[in-house]
């Protein structure tokens, strides 16, 4: 039986990915993988193992480990919901350094690709399109101007109710960007085949159908 097929969606922090993706899934009716809440949830158990973020095979065996379940509206980690906890700045940061260390890369490889069931699958992260999907039929790379992404994920995170600073959050997503795109394991790069997508001056809902016009310009089979 051929797998079912898989859109990517990669690209920087605050791009707009997971937005589209669900959107995207749930017009599809396909299922959907939030591969950065891996990492968020990896470095959620980093931090209440009372690590911070310098030990590799701690990090790789809390990875294995996860006891993770996705629900349309809740995250689910031993069976507490931490949706909300693992979107805090501090476990992104934190996120995007254990993220770095290959031993916990290849500890989340083969739970990423179980996502992958039919009808089909939209994934969205950094390396969906080069290393976890490299066969994905349809590949986004997803950008946007680093201002307007912070202004957006102020505006998320207050919107949530946690404090934020304007200043300080361009300064993590610069940083954050520069640690995913200068990586030596599967760094945030366009895959060769991807399409790329500036959101900046475009809202959720053209770029979804942005999307779903490619996708039906793919023809699925
Ligand atoms: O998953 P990622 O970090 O790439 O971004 P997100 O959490 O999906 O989106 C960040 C914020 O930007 C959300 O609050 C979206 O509603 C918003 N957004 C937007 O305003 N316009 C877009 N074209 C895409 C996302
Ligand atoms: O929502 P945002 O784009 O800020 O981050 P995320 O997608 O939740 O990912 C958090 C961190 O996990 C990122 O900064 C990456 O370092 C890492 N990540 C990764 O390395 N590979 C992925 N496929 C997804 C996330």
């Given at each position: 039986a051929q797998a079912a097929p898989v859109i990517t969606i990669d690209g920087p922090t605050a791009s707009g990915k997971g937005t589209i993706a669900q959107r995207v899934a749930q017009a599809l009716g396909w299922h959907v993988l939030d591969s950065g809440a891996l990492y968020r949830l990896t470095a959620l158990a980093v931090l209440r193992d009372?690590?911070?973020?310098?030990d590799e095979a701690q990090a790789a065996r809390l990875a294995r480990r996860l006891d993770v379940r996705f629900q349309p509206d809740a995250i689910l980690m031993g069976g507490e919901d931490v949706g909300a906890l693992i979107r805090q700045e501090e476990v992104g940061n934190l996120a995007s350094r254990v993220a770095a260390w290959p031993a916990v890369r290849e500890a989340l490889l083969a739970r990423q690709r179980d996502f992958r069931r039919t009808p089909g699958l939209v994934a969205d992260g950094r390396?969906?399109?080069?290393?976890?999907?490299?066969?994905?039929?349809l590949k986004i790379f997803l950008d946007a101007d680093v201002g307007v992404r912070a202004q957006r994920r102020y505006k998320q995170l207050k919107d949530k109710g946690f404090s934020a600073n304007l200043d300080d959050l361009l300064q993590d997503l610069r940083a954050r960007d520069a640690r995913d795109r200068g990586r030596?394991?599967?760094?945030l790069v366009a895959a060769a085949d991807a399409v790329t997508v500036d959101s900046?001056?475009?809202?959720i809902d053209d770029v979804v159908r942005q999307v779903l016009d490619l996708w039906s310009a793919h023809g699925p089979a």
């Open positions: 009372g690590g911070d973020g310098t390396d969906m399109g080069t290393v976890v999907f490299p066969d994905a039929p030596a394991h599967a760094p900046s001056h475009q809202g």
